[in-house]
């Protein structure tokens, strides 16, 4: 069986970065003019303010990286407000791509053109087509093919999967997958519940056929596994039919929506179970990793997932967390995790990429390092 190594990784994060205390500002500045409105109106039911503590204590989020935070924080606006491109420039997604593509293509010693298959998987893409991974792939000048995929918060997992499956069948010999989040742009900020929760980044990984790989930091790819079920606790509703359905393109539905609580209880236990079966499959016990680079939604989610996994409390170097500072960053989460946290690992270490969210899907891809 052909072997499959992860010889890259890349990632870009927007400059902008808004902390609890300014978007709870924010918030709070919005909450107030809308209570005032509502007195004037005589209507009864007052909005709650936000709070910093709170999020730091449900989430363990304290800032975020966003692509435009101005218009986030604008009591008025409550929305990113990002350009629009002519249909000649790159498009935003594309831009942000490229900018982790390069480097993962540079920390894997690949050049673009030897690249066969280019994946963007992510949770929104700006528009159905052309293909963003298409634009992509010609802005790099890689050759082969190109397609976008959306498995929400499982894009990255699942993208890796189908990326070594086309090597390892013979379709490419190199492929790119690349993750770009605009969470920002769906989320709804006047939603106490979720304000708090995103951010915006793009990740990207360059999997190689293992002969062909030179790259001294390898990490092959021992086995993947994939699960979904479905459930309506995180959705959104936006999409071609709005127009034709006469739904209001502007109603609330038709941004992210969760029930935070059925999520977290629904999910930790189908992903603890994900990757003991995984391991299981493998030949393997959950003391058997090093590291577990899991989704970053929330602190506590991943503390209880390694616990499962582990039988025991993970120490921070062994389940990192990026979240206190990107938030959750859907799909590139879990890689930036691997991104910024496996270089310590000696030869033969293991360790997980695990993602998990709407569908729901939740990916694993056991690794070792080579
Ligand atoms: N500021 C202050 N208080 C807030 C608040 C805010 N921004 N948002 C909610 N609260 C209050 C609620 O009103 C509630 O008060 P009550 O107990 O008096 O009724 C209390 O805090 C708890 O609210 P709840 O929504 O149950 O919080 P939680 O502990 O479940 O945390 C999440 C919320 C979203 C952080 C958490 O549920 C979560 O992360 N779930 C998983 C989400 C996930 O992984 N999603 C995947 C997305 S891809």
């Known amino acids: 069986m052909t072997n499959v190594v992860i010889t890259g990784t890349g990632l870009f994060t927007p400059e902008h970065t808004i902390d609890n205390d300014a978007l709870v500002a924010s918030f709070n500045a919005w909450v107030d003019t809308e209570n005032a409105r509502r007195a004037e109106a005589g209507i009864e039911a007052r909005l709650a303010h936000s709070s910093s503590e709170f999020i730091v204590k449900a989430s363990g989020i304290h800032s975020r990286h966003v692509l435009d935070a101005e218009g986030i924080l604008d009591p008025e606006r409550m929305r990113p407000r990002l350009r629009e491109r002519s249909n000649d420039e790159p498009s935003i997604q594309c831009e942000m791509g490229a900018v982790a593509a ?4 540079e920390a894997a010693g690949v050049a673009a053109a030897d690249i066969d298959l280019v994946i963007v998987g992510c949770s929104n893409l700006e528009r159905p087509y052309p293909a963003v991974a298409v ?30 499956n086309a090597i390892r069948s013979g379709s490419a010999r190199r492929a ?27 990740t990207a990984v360059v999997l190689e056929r293992d002969d062909l790989a030179t790259s001294e930091a390898r990490f092959e790819i021992l086995g993947t596994r994939l699960v979904t079920r479905f459930s309506n606790a995180i959705r959104n509703n936006a999409g071609f039919l709005n127009r034709v359905t006469d739904a209001d393109p502007q109603a609330l539905d038709k941004l992210f929506v969760q029930e935070g609580r059925r999520v977290f209880k629904e999910v930790c236990p189908l992903v603890a179970a994900l990757i003991g079966e995984h391991l299981q499959a493998l030949g393997f ?10 989704h970053q939604a929330n602190r506590h989610m991943n503390d209880l997932i390694a616990r499962r996994v582990l039988g025991r409390d993970p120490s921070e170097q062994e389940a990192p967390i990026i979240l206190d500072r990107y938030a959750n960053t859907s799909s590139a ?9 496996r270089d310590d690992l000696a030869v033969g270490a293991l360790g997980v990429i695990c993602s998990f969210g709407a569908g729901y899907s939740a990916g694993s891809v056991v690794v070792k390092r080579v």
């Open 102 to 105: 390069r480097q993962a293509l």
């Open 333 to 341: 989460g879990s890689i930036i995790a691997f991104h910024l946290h």
């Open 135 to 164: 634009e992509l792939q010609a802005e790099l000048g890689a050759g082969g093919y190109a397609f976008d995929m959306n498995v929400a918060c499982s894009s990255a997992t699942f993208a890796i999967e189908t990326a070594a």
């Open 285 to 294: 016990a959950g003391d058997d990793l090093a590291r577990m680079w899991l």
């Open 176 to 202: 790119l997958v690349v993750n770009p989040e605009i969470c920002s742009a769906h989320l709804n900020f006047r939603d106490r519940d979720s304000h708090f929760i995103f951010g915006d980044a793009c």
